[in-house]
């Protein structure tokens, strides 16, 4: 799988690494796990540096509205992706993500440190 999750249940955080092409079928994959391991609360942190988009738009609308439709009793946690300068196209795919609906902030980050540092100071939902 193109997407590498860790899950951190004390610290209510995960950690995903995206590699290589991406796809429609790894991002199912990821937000599945997630959602099997009740974790959509915690905050997030992706880094996407080495990763690249291979889905279609359409494919993108779908899953975003998969993911705007799957329900929570908490709130979702907030979203720091950390994306190479070069790659903002896939920064700019978990943001749209989260368009429209009522999720925590979602920033994008060119250092993993300033991610860190952000990501820790925003609210834990327990």
Do not use: C
Not at 33 to 56: G, I, Q
Not at 76 to 92: C, K, N, Q, T
Not at 108 to 123: K, M
Request: a neutral charge.
């Amino acid at each position: 799988m193109a997407i590498r999750l860790t899950i951190f249940h004390l610290d209510r955080l995960i950690i995903g690494v995206a590699t290589d092409k991406v796809t429609l079928f790894d991002l199912v994959g990821l937000f599945r796990e997630m959602a099997d391991s009740n974790t959509l609360h915690y905050r997030k942190l992706f880094d996407v540096t080495a990763a690249e988009p291979a889905l279609s738009r359409e494919e993108l609308a779908a899953f975003g509205e998969r993911v705007r439709q799957a329900r929570t009793d908490k709130p979702r946690g907030a979203l720091a992706i950390v994306a190479d300068s070069a790659r903002g196209e896939f920064a700019r795919f978990f943001t749209e993500l989260r368009a429209g609906t009522d999720a925590p902030p979602t920033r994008v980050f060119r250092s993993i440190h300033d991610a860190r540092s952000w990501l820790a100071a925003q609210p834990i939902d327990f």
